[in-house]
C-alpha cells in the first residue's frame, strides 16, 4: 500500500506565489516519475509538470517559465513551486507517482494518487 499527501494549496492574489509538496509513503522500493497534475471546475484533469526519477523535467506549456517541480529522492517527495500566479492556474492540483512497491516477497508498478489540495488564485 502507498500513499500520496499533498500539503500547501490555499488562496493567494494574481502575482503571487505557493509551493505544493507531496510525500509518498508506505512499501516504497523504488518511485519513477513524479507528475503534478490540475483540474479545474467543469475542466478534465491536465497534466501540470512531471519529473522522472533522474531529474529530466517537461512542463505544460502555460506554466513554463513560472513554475518548477523538483524532487528530494531521500524524502520521496516531489515539490511545485508556482510564480506569478494568474487567476486560471485556479484548479485543484494533484500529486501522481508512478512507483514500484514491495508486495508478498516481490514487487509491483502501480500508479499512485494523491487527494488534491486547491489552489484558488484571485484576480
Known amino acids: 500500500q502507498v500513499q500520496l499527501v499533498e500539503s500547501g494549496g490555499g488562496l493567494v492574489q494574481a502575482g503571487g506565489s505557493l509551493r505544493l509538496s507531496c510525500t509518498a509513503s508506505g512499501s516504497i522500493s523504488s518511485i519513477n516519475?513524479?507528475?503534478w497534475y490540475h483540474q479545474a471546475p467543469g475542466k478534465q484533469r491536465e497534466l501540470v509538470a512531471k519529473i522522472a526519477s533522474g531529474g529530466s523535467t517537461n512542463y505544460a506549456y502555460s506554466v513554463k517559465g513560472r513554475f518548477t517541480i523538483s524532487?528530494?529522492?531521500?524524502k520521496n517527495t516531489v515539490y511545485l513551486q508556482m510564480n506569478s500566479l494568474k487567476p486560471e492556474d485556479t484548479a485543484v492540483y494533484y500529486c501522481n507517482a508512478v512507483v514500484w512497491s514491495y508486495e508478498s516477497g516481490g514487487r509491483r508498478?502501480?500508479?499512485v494518487w494523491g487527494q488534491g489540495t486547491l489552489v484558488t488564485v484571485s484576480a
Not at 71 to 74: G, I, K, L, M, S
Open 33 to 35: 516519475d513524479m507528475s
Open 71 to 74: 524532487r528530494d529522492n531521500a
Open 109 to 111: 508498478l502501480l500508479e
